[in-house]
């Protein structure tokens, strides 16, 4: 079993396939307009600017993870190298590196996940091959993501360290959390959902960072549509929750979100030191800011998020 | 021979060793503090954004390059691959990339360059090896680039489409093309120097993109760390005028620019349609934000610029 | 147009399907028994043996071929790199690579080539997927080759110092390189076709040397096949001749050979020493060997072929 | 400390600098002359072949071993991709890979191993740099190897499945081993010493397999000095014993092996099969076949072994 009835309809009701008309590839980043950019620019006091990435190193998530999705591997291939013989020559220190697109903090082209042959917005899934990558909905569809972010720092309103492992994140859970942001959420805001998951992998312990965890859970589909949100990142491995709230529906929030919604969302953010800013700072709301690194046909792409205040 | 008495000269006077402290690795980034990032906030109006970035695939500008400077080449490890059998299953598309750090447009850490056994601030050239890359100075040290910035075109100033092939570029040019963006320059200011070179890429020229170029001459330096820029970035690839000015010292604004003055810099950066929204615009000023790729190690990474109007 | 009628007939003529069974992915490689393994083994004298394989660098003839098909980059991860400090430890030197499957001296797996859906002895073309290569027909099918080789020294026979760009060699040129080498063709034997191609990789003309370039005409398929040699291997980057015959049907030796006969190929093979020791021995025949690396799923892979006098 | 004043004196003891010259780079090599070819070649009888690698894929001994030593990583370039449109066209599946050149089995550089700042033959450490590698005792220097292998089938003699987890092998296990092979030794002969350890290998027990593990002690090298063997090569990932015999002499048979002997070895070697063929023929020697791949620079490279009877 794939979706389940219910959740079919859910994808029906939830969907955007041509909201911004049939050629479309870049779903909820149109919500991202000129208004919410200013939003978030105009939430910003002294400049104070904050990495929301993970380090892209052999400590990498990815490592252990999905076949073929390796850690980032840099290696040299020139140290301290002249051109020309002699002394006090300029020196160049030059790299390279081979890594899963996903390996440390990226965005999810909209192409990453298809069902019943079609992916975001009615494009067929053979839009993928082997020699080109996706050539729709590819990493080169995702523009710079500026707006306003917003903190959902769950567990803060449950008054724990970090979300239990395996807890699935409900409707009320980001209800709540936005009334502890006070914000009132617009269109085009950008949803940062901590479930503080990524201790786990500070501490190392990258199996168990991987999975079980906490996530988002079907039930916030509906309602991150309603908010119209222009994006959804967590600082967990797997985004939704896992296990599965149903093993035979594997991955749902994936599904609707990406192929459905064209709903642009990323993981392995780290949201640790930004729930300390917030809260010395006694606000949840700042500039987001990401630009996603433009790989032509990519279906995951890396990115440096910033948060600033 | 090496930089020449002159140039040595000219390293001495314009240095930065010591001036944020023995273990500083950040250089020039020292001078974006607050007051830059505000600055460079308070010039947004609407809030449009535009990437600088060169797409990352087989036509980048380091294709038939440097010696190990391959191009990204990006691969997929799954096509619509499902996990479970059967019709409506969740289907992923993942794929993985290998590149030269600096095939595309990128941002040199300063470890990139050393002479005389050194790299900036006195730090060995010994800091980097093949196991660990660059652990001083490295991309680790980079952080966020949220400042103003002000784009110097060269081009516009001169009546031309683009500047000479060879050109080397002059502090007397960079004055007029300050007055030209009727700009005062403040410390922390983040440079973008167009020459127009970059037209040859996007024509498929690799290698006459690559040189001869115009580019930046050592009679800029001065002039550079007088106005105590926090970082200068160019649309070509070599970054400096090649053929060097003087074959005796290769590569002198590179040596100088990254060891002795901590000067960030950048390099394959697009600034076509900026041009055009400067001239639209009539200001050639704008939010300027950079998050380089944390490649722990690194000695040159990737990075998606941003110039906000 | 693909394969002409023409050709459709032939490759109904040739074909090796399910001639060694349904569930056959060896191909030509049947026939190489150990009458055949026997028969090389007997040539040999002295025990003298040669590799026959180019280097594996960025010298490599698939530098600025087809797309992805990169040289072998390799880069080391470690330099005289100690794991307990202190003088006079163990220090290791380790190094790793990336390189196109098909970047050096290689065989072709038999699925390599496909069309109308299918790939040898009827095998689906789907049977090839990014996550897992070619899961039927892959390297892994392909086993040592131990046998007799001979020598077709193509240029040796016509007086010339290599073949003429893009001359197409015909069945005639066959036979009268094997009545050069003295030697009576028995099923399994292995081939190797000296163009002299070769030796413009040698002189670091990559692009000269990749094509145009002299090959096998389709002249020479039903020679081939009736001859029932166990492998065929040329001196050059595309195999068959180029430009092709017909341009309205590419690659039809690949087509043919790869599909319909399942006869194992190869190319990028140096034999201008090979050829000097023949001319010295005075003989055309010697023990072949080639062990392919045993990469899972992979459509080519490399190998260093081996004669032995 | 390194190695104790006692394994420096076996270390001079056991040297071999020199003795090939002062610019050999190929040490042991050397004893594998005509006679030895011949000799191997002279135990042929039907000549059935038998591979002696494990598959090169993500199932690969380096999988989670140490930093950089990463397993292959072989993915599509193109799948059934077609360069002219239309039904009937040749359609080609290439690939690509990325792999530490140890992942699998492999045959280990004279330069792979260096202390007191040389490496074999009195080569600087020096002479491995990150833009070229092992520019002295590369795999570039390492030749076809054809000679007779003589199976040391060490479980088979003490009775067991496999020697037990990090058992030091003694020369008297060795002596026992070629009296049950019914072997006399002579200079230049391959050694192919069976522990078992790669039956966890086969269970997918990578990390079980990779240590702690039976193997070659200190005791063993002036055994193998004396008896002047060509290459000896491991069923482990390791080749000597592990833990160490004394935990202040770190890798002691490495260093001693590569560095003062020049002795070819190599690991991950698959001899489970061969044991089953040899006590089937009733002997343990056979023609053994290396071709080492000819990677420019290699500190290790990639071999598909074979066995020939």
Known sequence: MALTDELRELAAAVSNWGRWGDDDERGTQNLIDGAATRRGLDTVRAGRTRSLAVPLDQTSPQRGGAPGRIAPLRTMIGINQTYVPGPGEAAFNDDTVVMAMAAGTHIDALAHVTYDGFMYNGFPDSAVTAADGATRCGAQALGPILSRGVLLDLPAVKGVGRLETGYAIT?????????????????????????????????????????????????TIEWIRRHDLGAVFTDTYVFEVWPPEDWGSMMPVHMIHLRDMGQ????????????????????????????????????????????TF
């Open 171 to 219: 409707a009320d859970d980001l209800d709540a959390a936005v009334a502890h942001a006070k914000v009132a959420l617009a269109p085009g805001d950008v949803l940062l959902v901590r479930t503080g998951q990524v201790q786990l992998l500070h501490k190392g312990k990258v199996e168990a960072y991987n999975h079980d965890t906490s996530g988002l859970s079907v039930g």
């Open 264 to 307: 642009i969302q990323g993981q392995n953010f780290d949201f640790e030191a930004l729930a300390v800013d917030c809260a010395e700072e006694g606000r949840w709301e700042f500039l987001f800011t990401a630009a996603p690194e433009p790989f032509t046909g990519a279906c995951s792409t890396p990115v440096n998020p910033l948060a």
